[in-house]
C-alpha cells in the first residue's frame, strides 16, 4: 500500500477516535459513538496488516493466534464482569496499555528496520528520546495501574503505605531515570534500556502505594491520562497519526477527569499525589469522642414516611454499589413513584470509586438517567424535597464541609441534604467515612438512622409499603 | 530565497498534530457528561489500545537478525494485551451504554 494512503487513512481512524469521544455528549449518541470507534479500530488495524505485511507465514500464524487469543480473553472479560467492578477493570485494562506500550518500544528497539527509525545498533537519536519517553511513561503506568488494581479489588488493604524517605527515594529513582535516558540517547546501548524499563516499574509502585482507597477515582482517572501519553510517545515512534492524536485524546481526557475529581474533593492534585490521605483515622477527626444521641428508625417507620412525602431525593454512594441495593432501592422508588411520590436521584462526582460510577450502576438496575442528577443540578431542590434518602453514602453530604472551618474537608463541594424536611441514612453503622471525619448530620433532630446492611434495610422498606 | 525552500523535519509535522489534537481533546472531553464518565474511559481504554499497530510491525519484522526474534516475541505479547483491550473496552462500553434508557412515559 502507498504511503500516503497509509497515512490518510491513519489520519481517518483518528478522526473517527475523536468522534467517538464526541458521542458521549450524550447517552443518545454514545452508543453509535462507540460504534464510530471500532470502525477506527478496524480502518488502523487493516491498514497496518496491508501496508506493512507480515514476512512469512509464520508472522501471519502470530498475528491471527494474538488477535484470536487477546480478542476472545477480553470479549469473555468484557461479558462477564459485573458493574460494580467496573473500577478495578479500568485499572486493569490501564496496565494493559501499559506494558503494550513497553514491548511495542522494545519490539522497535530490537527490530529498527522493522519500523523505519535506523539500524540495529544505530537508531536515529530523536527515536531513542521519543521511545525511551513512551517506554518509561508505559512502564510507569503498567505497575501504577497494577496497585490500583490491586487497592480497588480489596486484594491489597487501600490504606495509604507510607514509607520512610519516601520523597528522596523517588526523587533519587527520577533521577537516575533521567541519566539512563540520557545515557540511551547517547550510546544505543540496551542495558539503558532495560534499566529505564526497570526504575519506571519501581516508581509506579512507589507512586501509587501512599495514596488512600478515598482518592482512587483521582488514581485511576490519573493513570488514564498516562496510559494516553505513553501511547502518544509510542506514536512519536512510530510516526503514525492514528496513535498520536489518540494519545493525545485519552491524555488530555485523564487529566480532566482528574482535575474534575479533585475540585470535587477540594483537594490540590499535588496533595492526592503526595499522598497519605485517608489513612490516619479517627484520631485524626479531632472530635471530642463523646457519644452524642441519634436517633434511630425502623424500616417501616421509613415506609410509612415515605409514602406520605410529596418529593424523595435519594443519594447513593459506594456503600449502596458493595451491597448491590441497586435493584432494590429501584423496586422502591418505582413503588413510591405508583403511590404520586416525585423521586430524584442526586449523585456527587466522587460518589463510587471512579467517575460516573454511580450513574452506571443505577442505569445497570433501569434507572431512566433523565431521573438522575449532578451535584450542581440538584442542590437547589433539597430545600423543596420532604426526605432526602442517603444510601450508603457519608463524607459527600457532611454538613462540616460548609460550616466547620476546622474540618480537613472544610470547602469540598456537598450535596446539601440537611436542607430536606428529614434526612435518612442508611448505613452499617454510625462510623466515619473514608475521610476519617465524624458526620454531625447522624446527630441532628430531622434525621432518621436506618442502621444495617443497605440492601436489606432496602428490601424491608420494600415489604413495608 | 533558498532557505523557504529547506524541507521541514516530520517530527514537527508529528508535533503540530500532537498539540491540536490535545487542544480537540480537551474541548471534547469538556463537553461529555457526568454520568457517561464510566463509558468514557473504558472506551479511552480501548482506543488507547490502537498501539496494536506497533505490536502488528514487531510481529511481522523479516527474520534477518539476531534481533528479528526478540522483536516477534515482544510484539506477539503486546498484540495479545492490546487486543484483550480493543475487544474488552469496546464490548464493556457498548454493554454499559445499552443500559442507559429515559423514561417510558
Given at each position: 500500500m502507498n504511503a500516503n494512503l497509509a497515512a490518510v487513512l491513519y489520519l481517518v481512524a483518528?478522526?473517527?477516535?475523536?468522534?467517538?469521544?464526541?458521542?458521549?455528549?450524550?447517552?443518545?449518541?454514545?452508543?453509535?459513538?462507540?460504534?464510530?470507534?471500532?470502525?477506527?479500530?478496524?480502518?488502523a488495524i487493516v491498514t497496518t496488516l496491508a501496508s506493512h505485511p507480515p514476512a512469512d507465514g509464520i508472522a501471519w500464524l502470530l498475528v491471527v493466534l494474538g488477535v484470536a487469543i487477546g480478542g476472545s480473553v477480553g470479549a469473555v472479560i468484557a461479558r462477564r464482569v459485573p458493574m460494580t467492578s467496573m473500577p478495578e477493570l479500568v485499572a486493569a485494562f490501564h496496565s494493559l496499555v501499559g506494558m503494550a506500550a513497553v514491548l511495542v518500544a522494545a519490539g522497535a528497539f530490537y527490530a529498527p528496520e522493522a519500523f523505519d527509525i535506523g539500524k540495529p545498533g544505530d537508531i536515529h537519536t530523536q527515536s531513542l528520546v521519543e521511545m525511551s519517553l513512551g517506554v518509561a511513561i508505559g512502564a510507569l503506568t503498567f505497575t501504577g495501574s497494577v496497585i490500583a488494581f490491586l487497592k480497588l479489588s480489596a486484594r491489597m488493604s487501600g490504606a495509604p503505605i507510607i514509607l520512610p524517605a519516601r520523597h528522596l527515594v523517588n526523587i533519587a529513582l527520577a533521577i537516575a531515570l533521567v541519566a539512563c535516558i540520557v545515557g540511551l540517547v547517547l550510546t544505543g546501548n540496551a542495558i539503558y534500556f532495560w534499566l529505564i524499563t526497570i526504575i519506571a516499574l519501581v516508581l509506579g509502585v512507589l507512586m501509587i502505594i501512599p495514596i488512600g482507597g478515598a482518592d482512587m477515582p483521582?488514581?485511576?482517572?490519573?493513570?488514564?491520562?498516562?496510559?494516553?501519553?505513553?501511547?502518544?510517545?509510542?506514536?512519536?515512534?512510530?510516526?503514525?497519526?492514528?496513535?498520536?492524536?489518540?494519545?493525545?485524546?485519552?491524555?488530555?481526557?485523564?487529566?480532566?477527569?482528574?482535575?474534575?475529581?479533585?475540585?470535587?474533593?477540594?483537594?490540590?492534585?499535588?496533595?492526592?499525589?503526595?499522598g497519605g490521605f485517608g489513612g490516619e483515622t479517627a484520631a485524626a477527626a479531632g472530635g471530642s469522642g463523646e457519644q452524642k444521641p441519634a436517633k434511630l428508625g425502623s424500616a417501616d417507620d421509613a415506609a410509612f414516611i415515605m409514602k406520605n412525602a410529596s418529593k424523595v431525593i435519594i443519594v447513593p454512594g459506594y456503600g449502596m454499589a458493595v451491597a448491590q441495593a441497586q435493584h432494590a432501592l429501584r423496586e422502591m422508588a418505582d413503588l413510591l413513584k405508583k403511590e404520586g411520590v416525585e423521586v430524584k436521584y442526586a449523585i456527587h462526582p466522587v460518589a463510587g470509586r471512579m467517575p460516573g460510577h454511580m450513574n452506571v450502576l443505577l442505569a445497570e438496575a433501569n434507572v431512566p438517567y433523565d431521573e438522575v442528577f449532578e451535584l450542581e443540578d440538584?442542590?437547589?431542590?433539597?430545600?423543596?424535597?420532604?426526605?432526602?434518602?442517603?444510601?450508603?453514602?457519608?463524607?459527600?453530604?457532611?454538613?462540616?464541609?460548609?460550616?466547620?472551618?476546622?474540618?480537613?474537608?472544610?470547602?469540598?463541594?456537598?450535596?446539601?441534604?440537611?436542607?430536606?424536611?428529614?434526612?435518612?441514612?442508611?448505613?452499617?453503622?454510625?462510623?466515619?467515612?473514608?475521610?476519617?471525619?465524624?458526620?454531625?448530620?447522624?446527630?441532628?433532630?430531622?434525621?432518621?438512622?436506618?442502621?444495617?446492611?443497605?440492601?436489606?434495610?432496602?428490601?424491608?422498606?420494600?415489604?413495608?409499603? | 530565497m533558498e532557505h523557504i525552500a529547506q524541507?521541514?523535519?516530520?517530527?514537527?509535522?508529528?508535533?503540530?498534530?500532537?498539540?491540536?489534537?490535545?487542544?480537540?481533546?480537551?474541548?471534547?472531553?469538556?463537553?461529555?457528561?457526568?454520568?457517561?464518565?464510566?463509558?468514557?474511559?473504558?472506551?479511552?481504554?480501548?482506543?488507547?489500545?490502537?498501539?496494536?499497530?506497533g505490536a502488528l510491525l514487531a510481529v511481522g519484522v523479516g527474520m534477518i537478525s539476531s534481533g528479528s526474534g526478540w522483536a516477534r516475541g515482544f510484539g506477539f505479547i503486546a498484540l495479545i494485551f492490546a487486543c484483550v483491550n480493543i475487544f474488552g473496552g469496546f464490548l464493556v462500553t457498548q454493554r454499559m451504554l445499552a443500559m442507559y434508557k429515559k423514561k417510558v412515559k
Open positions: 483518528g478522526v473517527l477516535f475523536i468522534l467517538s469521544l464526541r458521542g458521549l455528549s450524550s447517552p443518545a449518541s454514545s452508543r453509535q459513538g462507540n460504534f464510530l470507534g471500532m470502525i477506527g479500530m478496524a480502518i483521582v488514581v485511576i482517572s490519573m493513570l488514564n491520562s498516562y496510559s494516553g501519553w505513553a501511547a502518544a510517545g509510542i506514536g512519536f515512534t512510530l510516526g503514525n497519526s492514528a496513535l498520536i492524536i489518540t494519545g493525545a485524546l485519552v491524555g488530555s481526557s485523564g487529566a480532566i477527569l482528574s482535575y474534575i475529581m479533585c475540585h470535587a474533593m477540594n483537594r490540590s492534585f499535588i496533595s492526592v499525589i503526595l440538584i442542590n437547589s431542590e433539597f430545600a423543596q424535597a420532604d426526605i432526602a434518602f442517603v444510601i450508603g453514602a457519608n463524607d459527600v453530604t457532611n454538613p462540616a464541609a460548609e460550616e466547620d472551618k476546622t474540618s480537613p474537608i472544610y470547602g469540598m463541594p456537598v450535596l446539601q441534604v440537611w436542607k430536606a424536611g428529614t434526612v435518612m441514612f442508611i448505613k452499617r453503622s454510625l462510623a466515619s467515612g473514608y475521610a476519617g471525619i465524624d458526620n454531625p448530620l447522624f446527630y441532628r433532630d430531622n434525621t432518621m438512622m436506618l442502621l444495617g446492611d443497605a440492601k436489606k434495610v432496602t428490601e424491608n422498606i420494600v415489604k413495608g409499603m | 524541507a521541514v523535519d516530520p517530527f514537527v509535522f508529528r508535533l503540530s498534530i500532537f498539540v491540536l489534537a490535545v487542544f480537540v481533546g480537551y474541548f471534547v472531553v469538556w463537553s461529555v457528561t457526568p454520568a457517561l464518565h464510566t463509558p468514557l474511559m473504558s472506551v479511552t481504554n480501548a482506543i488507547s489500545s490502537v498501539i496494536v499497530v
